[in-house]
């Protein structure tokens, strides 16, 4: 006869652990750091919760060295797959940077991630912008009547999205014929 568990179930052993991790894995796709915050939370909630939080974190550990090597977590994969999905949206580069060292990623495989950005793609952080502008209907995308009266406000949108002052400045003063030669690129 199978055991049903509970929904405020203890996980105390490895395997649990590690079957509450495959289970997050099989939702999210996570980084190792959030893999980690989210299986310690889970553990020390958990109802009857008997062992200390040096042994809770040697058990997570050993389970997220395991994933690791069976490659089933793979930070440097992660880290290609967002940055990729970010520059589509049209995030830029330091904002991107910023996601994914606050995600836990390590400084040497973030300057891989960001050098790789910007040798397959020419000036992402131009075209970033004009996803931006597109998205959202502003600086080369409003109406002529209304481009100066919103040009600060369209400057702080793009320097809130992380694009320079002086790029920022550039895309807002492109013409609407120069515009399309750049969408074409999109």
């Given at each position: ?11 105390e052993t490895t ?28 553990v ?9 939080k040096s ?12 994933l690791e090597?069976?490659g ?11 940055s ?11 904002k ?15 300057k ?43 400057m702080?949108?793009?320097?809130r999205?992380?694009?320079s002052y ?8 492109l ?5 399309k ?5 999109l």
């Amino acid at each position: 006869m199978n055991r049903v568990k509970s929904i405020h179930q203890n996980y105390e052993t490895t395997e649990e652990i590690k079957e509450l991790a495959l289970k997050y894995l099989d939702k999210y796709q996570p980084s190792k750091k959030s893999l980690h915050i989210y299986l310690f939370r889970k553990v020390m909630d958990s109802q009857n919760n008997t062992i200390e939080k040096s042994e809770v974190l040697k058990r997570i550990d050993a389970v997220l060295t395991d994933l690791e090597e069976k490659g089933v977590l793979n930070d440097q994969l992660y880290s290609e797959i967002k940055s990729k999905n970010f520059l589509k949206r049209g995030y830029s580069i330091n904002k991107i940077k910023l996601h994914l060292s606050q995600k836990g990623i390590d400084q040497n495989l973030l300057k891989k991630t960001i050098e790789k950005i910007q040798n397959d793609n020419v000036n992402p952080d131009f075209y970033s912008a004009i996803r931006i502008c597109k998205k959202r209907r502003i600086g080369p995308y409003r109406p002529e009547a209304n481009k100066e009266i919103f040009y600060k406000k369209d400057m702080g949108v793009l320097a809130r999205s992380g694009f320079s002052y002086d790029l920022s400045k550039e895309i807002l003063g492109l013409e609407k014929k120069d515009l399309k030669i750049y969408e074409k690129k999109l």
